[in-house]
């Protein structure tokens, strides 16, 4: 991983594994003129998954260090640069203390601030097709595949006690490594200790199909393992069945999909509704640019960004 060069105009950094594959890289520029931000530039930073620490840090430095560097959005590596360079940060917002994890770099009046924004953007994501008082009316469970950051986002979003009965009545995380399974327990346990839970350390497809076979109908089926994206395959086999006139969300929105394809096979046979990660890109990306740039990107802005994403899809 080579450090970018002193930044020479308003840049944003896009921290990840393959970035120049990311649709961001057309979007940006077309985004930048829509919101007026003159003479912006997006670059990406590419990281091996799991770095040394050292390399976060030495990118957080950099971007703390440089003038015209004015922020990042962080993917894949949010857990583990939160925790490699925390100390560097002069603000960490309460889901990024909470979640261990951050996936906006910003400054403000010379500080450098970190914010996990996934909380909000998944939230924004999921208000856009689980209908209203879902979980409520039908009883429904959620099976997340994967425990990482994206999986907690998640989890504190649905699980939230604000939301009264309308949470799901139970939740199964299925994940191939203990240490994140320990932490996501950990992490529900605090959202809300009143909720059914449980924890599957699954290395094999194979399992995740024997775990999604027990699923109630209505509920909500999650890829979010990046299988389909930065890594090839899917956490199911194609064995794997789907419970009937449920949700069905594939948290990429490139690569091959072949979770989500799996769900699309089923799709008329079982009355599921299969979504892509598209809208929840959107939403993540506004959210941090937002952030960088000191600007307001709701309402009729929003609108607007998401017209121009479709058109370019």
Same mark, same amino acid.
């Given at each position: 991983?080579? *450090?970018?060069?002193?930044?020479?105009?308003?840049?944003?950094?896009?921290?990840?594994?393959?970035?120049?594959?990311?649709?961001?890289?057309?979007?940006?520029?077309?985004?930048?003129?829509?919101?007026?931000?003159?003479?912006?530039?997006?670059?990406?930073?590419?990281?091996?998954?799991?770095?040394?620490?050292?390399?976060?840090?030495?990118?957080?430095?950099?971007?703390?260090?440089?003038?015209?560097?004015?922020?990042? &959005?962080?993917?894949?590596?949010?857990?583990?640069?939160?925790?490699?360079?925390?100390?560097?940060?002069?603000?960490?917002?309460?889901?990024?203390?909470?979640?261990?994890? *951050?996936?906006?770099?910003?400054?403000?009046?010379?500080?450098?601030?970190?914010?996990?924004?996934?909380?909000?953007?998944?939230?924004?994501?999921?208000?856009?097709?689980?209908?209203?008082?879902?979980?409520?009316?039908?009883?429904?469970?959620?099976?997340?595949?994967?425990?990482?950051?994206?999986?907690?986002?998640?989890?504190?979003?649905?699980?939230?006690?604000?939301?009264?009965?309308?949470?799901?009545?139970?939740?199964?995380?299925? +994940?191939?490594?203990?240490?994140?399974?320990?932490?996501?327990?950990?992490?529900?346990?605090?959202?809300?200790?009143?909720?059914?839970?449980?924890?599957?350390?699954?290395?094999?497809?194979?399992?995740?199909?024997?775990?999604?076979?027990?699923?109630?109908?209505?509920? &909500?089926?999650?890829?979010?393992t990046g299988l389909g994206k930065d890594r090839p395959g899917s956490p199911?086999?194609?064995?794997?069945?789907?419970?009937?006139?449920?949700?069905?969300?594939? *948290?990429?929105?490139?690569?091959? &999909?072949?979770?989500?394809?799996?769900?699309?096979?089923?799709?008329?046979?079982?009355?599921?509704?299969?979504?892509?990660?598209?809208?929840?890109?959107?939403?993540?990306?506004?959210?941090?640019?937002?952030?960088?740039?000191?600007?307001?990107?709701?309402?009729?802005?929003?609108?607007?960004?998401?017209?121009?994403? +479709?058109?370019?899809?």
């Amino acid at each position: 991983m080579k *450090l970018p060069e002193k930044a020479t105009q308003p840049t944003m950094y896009f921290i990840g594994v393959t970035t120049t594959k990311s649709s961001i890289m057309k979007l940006f520029p077309l985004w930048a003129e829509a919101l007026g931000l003159e003479n912006a530039v997006l670059k990406g930073i590419d990281i091996d998954i799991h770095a040394d620490p050292q390399v976060y840090r030495d990118v957080v430095e950099f971007i703390k260090n440089d003038e015209l560097s004015l922020g990042a &959005l962080v993917t894949t590596h949010k857990i583990d640069l939160y925790h490699a360079a925390k100390d560097l940060f002069d603000y960490l917002d309460p889901y990024a203390t909470m979640f261990g994890e *951050l996936s906006s770099i910003s400054k403000k009046d010379g500080k450098l601030e970190g914010y996990a924004k996934d909380p909000i953007s998944s939230g924004l994501a999921m208000e856009a097709f689980i209908p209203a008082n879902y979980w409520k009316d039908h009883g429904g469970e959620l099976f997340v595949i994967g425990a990482g950051g994206s999986a907690i986002a998640i989890c504190s979003y649905l699980l939230d006690p604000k939301n009264g009965e309308n949470i799901p009545s139970k939740v199964v995380i299925a +994940n191939r490594s203990q240490p994140r399974l320990d932490e996501i327990e950990r992490i529900v346990k605090e959202i809300n200790p009143d909720v059914k839970a449980e924890y599957h350390l699954t290395p094999e497809p194979t399992q995740n199909d024997a775990l999604l076979a027990q699923i109630k109908p209505h509920s &909500l089926i999650i890829n979010a393992t990046g299988l389909g994206k930065d890594r090839p395959g899917s956490p199911l086999t194609d064995n794997g069945s789907f419970p009937d006139k449920s949700l069905v969300w594939e *948290l990429n929105y490139r690569g091959e &999909l072949d979770f989500m394809h799996q769900a699309l096979r089923q799709k008329e046979l079982k009355d599921l509704h299969v979504e892509d990660g598209w809208i929840y890109f959107i939403h993540g990306w506004t959210q941090v640019v937002s952030e960088v740039f000191h600007i307001d990107i709701t309402g009729a802005v929003f609108d607007r960004i998401e017209q121009i994403s +479709n058109e370019t899809r």
